[in-house]
């Protein structure tokens, strides 16, 4: 038995989980709501104050089902209640970002400043010059903006600098040394 998978999902105050056919699984909190179709295979049912996820038989496919239908709905249940949120570091020499509206304006070091619309459900703020938080309340599509971002200068090796995560650690390596 999947040890994730039997693992039942406790229900908050102030959450509704439905579940339509299909497995159309909608989570209502008070930050917002999310919606999501789940495999049609999983059997999801609300008991109570909590959900529970069960397979039908023990095949590999289904196993691998099992854990990821109740991981994604527990996501789906802490967005709605806290939210999740990504913290990204700008590190650098004249490196630094900025927020107008709904604009992130990011210098990298380019001929041209790099600017990044947020996209719909998900919040940038900024925190002094080089932090930026990536909030939202689905987990998904902000660890895919946070991504974005990053990849607009990842962080190198060398002097480290770029875009990373606040709790990334990057490998350093040694630079060239000269002749003697």
Do not use: C, W
Request: glycine residues 12%.
């Amino acid at each position: 038995m999947s040890r994730i998978g039997r693992m039942p999902i406790a229900i908050p105050a102030g959450v509704t989980v439905d579940v339509a056919e299909n497995n159309k699984v909608t989570v209502k909190g008070p930050k917002g709501t999310l919606e999501r179709v789940l495999p049609a295979e999983m059997e999801i049912k609300v008991e109570g104050a909590e959900v529970l996820v069960s397979r039908p038989n023990d095949l590999k496919k289904m196993k691998s089902l099992h854990g990821l239908t109740r991981t994604l709905i527990h996501n789906m249940v802490v967005g709605v209640t806290d939210g999740f949120e990504k913290k990204l570091e700008v590190n650098g020499v004249g490196y630094r970002a900025s927020k107008s509206g709904k604009v992130l304006t990011l210098n990298l070091g380019y001929s041209h400043p790099v600017e990044m619309t947020d996209p719909e459900g998900i919040e940038t703020v900024m925190e002094g010059q080089n932090v930026i938080i990536v909030k939202g309340i689905d987990k998904e599509k902000v660890g895919q903006f946070a991504a974005e971002i990053r990849d607009k200068r990842r962080p190198e090796p060398y002097k480290g600098k770029g875009i990373k995560y606040a709790d990334e650690t990057i490998r350093r390596k040694v630079g060239k040394t000269g002749k003697k």
